[in-house]
């Protein structure tokens, strides 16, 4: 049995790892490996990709990064949480404010001091996506609209550091990249459907709060189908290997999605939609294991 100590220790971790998304960071660490084998990186032997000292240290400054920058969105977002998330915000008030802050100012140090391991540029990198982060939680959050594009951009920027350091510029990382843009906007989106109750008492001015349900739906449907516009681009002018059966059962999930939004009305409606376009996203990360399912194998040596 454990102690009363042990227990509330087990309980802080567990705190500190709901405040950092800790399960969405694993993923992105893991799409940024799987990205650089299989897209970024193809023409490297396997072990030169997973090995490679400078790619573990921009993952892992990257994986801090996005650690405190969930970190310092809950700070801000503390009150607002409480009204839609009631029973998260509960298992996150267990660590303290001045411990999260401590916790978001270490980790950003690390991610530098890590980043200068690769190169002053990374340093450079690092630095800006940690004001930036900073400055989206603080200010841009409340802009309608724009505060969902920054919020998306940052989500993908990770992927730009590894794209930077494998100097791979080929036009089918472009087209992939704006798939995953556009389905991270519409996630967006949808969230400030489901969150609506929270930002009204909060005054944050988000596109429902402002112009209502129906424009935000408006939106959310012409992102999906530009986003149709990637995936048929993907199946039809690029070779993805055996991850076109992904990207044709996107198109049919974001038909029966743009569906369902239109026959959504409750907060559990919304939650649903998010859960979708969620599991499109990470079903995404290991279907790039589709683009050739002997590639590992044959790149071992």
Partial sequence: MLSRKNKLFL?????????????????????????????????????????????????????????????????????????????????????????????????????????????????????????????????????PFLGNIISATLIVTPFFAILVYYRNFETVIFVHATFLFLLILAREMIKDLENITGDLAQNYKTIPVLYGSFYSKLIITLLILLTLIPASLLIRKFDVGYMYIYFVACILFLIVFLFLLWRSRTKIDYIWLHNILKFIIVSGVFSILLIDVDLVLNRIF
């Fill in 11 to 143: 309980l802080k971790g567990l705190s500190l790892f709901s405040i950092i998304r800790g399960y969405n960071v694993l993923m992105i660490t893991l799409a940024q490996y799987l990205a650089s084998i299989y897209i970024l990186a193809p023409n490297m032997r396997l072990r030169e990709v997973v090995f490679d000292p400078n790619l573990f240290v921009l993952v892992l400054a990257s994986a801090l990064v996005i650690s405190a920058g969930y970190i310092i969105n809950s700070f801000y977002d503390s009150e607002k949480d409480l009204i839609n998330r009631p029973q998260k915000s509960m298992l996150d008030r267990l660590v303290n404010q001045r411990t999260k802050l401590s916790a978001y100012f270490v980790f950003n140090f690390l991610a530098v001091l890590f980043a200068s391991y690769v190169s002053f540029r990374a340093v450079l990198f690092f630095s800006a996506y940690v004001f930036g982060i900073w400055f989206y939680s603080h200010r841009l959050k409340k802009i």
